[in-house]
């Protein structure tokens, strides 16, 4: 069965520093998004990615993070300046056919720490 | 704005008893509704989802869950939970809303433990 894939599975990195989370969504999937997990909390959308560009984005998404397809394969999230309340699980996902066809497959995820 | 909510933060069962999680969603318009799994440690896996058409829905390793439209609920339901079954469980929705990305909207969760 296809997979999402997100690399790596766990971050530890220091406030301030940049980071950036990979994911390899399903290669006929046409919608991407991350989502994250603090510790204890739900899961919270942050952003939906469509035709190469941003579809919808959370008030979570501010200034400091940025979402790529640099290649047609990867699709990456990138968070600027980290800060302590960064630290997460980061959950990739996509979708063929978005809201109405639904089928999103999750990724394992990525733990971010930031210390 | 829409929003899901999950009444039961945390459920004790013992294996064999039915197991029931409510999930209630605010929104007027045509909805998608899921549950997801998440074993500890482990990504979020899809147990079942309702489009269109019957109500009941039918998802993997025995669960199922009703749409009742008028009550705006998405409850899951398993006649007889085991052990493996400790989990959290979250229930979401996305809206059929034209030009959005179909984001889903995550309720609280509901945490799972089945004693032996």
């Known amino acids: 069965e296809p997979e999402v894939t997100q690399t790596p599975s766990h971050q530890v990195t220091q406030m301030g520093q940049e980071v950036i989370l990979r994911c390899v969504p399903i290669?006929?999937?046409?919608?991407f998004y991350w989502y994250r997990q603090i510790l204890g909390q739900k899961v919270e959308f942050l952003v939906s990615f469509y035709n190469n560009e941003i579809s919808e984005k959370s008030e979570i998404f501010d200034d400091q993070f940025s979402v790529e397809r640099p290649d047609g394969s990867n699709f990456t999230l990138k968070i600027r300046s980290t800060k302590l309340e960064d630290s997460a699980m980061y959950f990739c996902?996509?979708?063929?056919?978005?809201?109405?066809?639904?089928?999103?497959?999750f990724g394992s995820g990525t733990r971010l720490t930031v210390v | 704005a829409q929003s899901v909510s999950q009444h039961n933060h945390h459920v004790i069962l013992s294996e064999a008893a039915s197991l029931e999680l409510g999930c209630n969603y605010s929104y007027g318009g045509t909805v998608n509704l899921f549950w997801y799994v998440q074993y500890p440690g482990q990504h979020l896996q899809l147990l079942l989802k309702?489009?269109?058409?019957?109500?009941l829905v039918k998802g993997i390793k025995g669960f199922e869950a009703e749409f009742i439209k008028s009550k705006f609920s998405f409850n899951l339901r398993k006649p007889s939970v085991q052990w493996s079954d400790t989990a959290e469980y979250f229930c979401?929705?996305?809206?059929?809303?034209?030009?959005?990305?179909?984001?889903?909207?995550f309720g609280q969760g509901t945490e799972l433990s089945v004693k032996p």
């Open positions: 290669s006929n999937h046409l919608y």
């Open positions: 309702y489009f269109s058409g019957d109500p």
């Open positions: 979401a929705v996305n809206a059929q809303i034209y030009n959005q990305g179909g984001k889903l909207i």
């Open positions: 996902a996509s979708s063929i056919g978005g809201r109405l066809l639904g089928g999103y497959t």
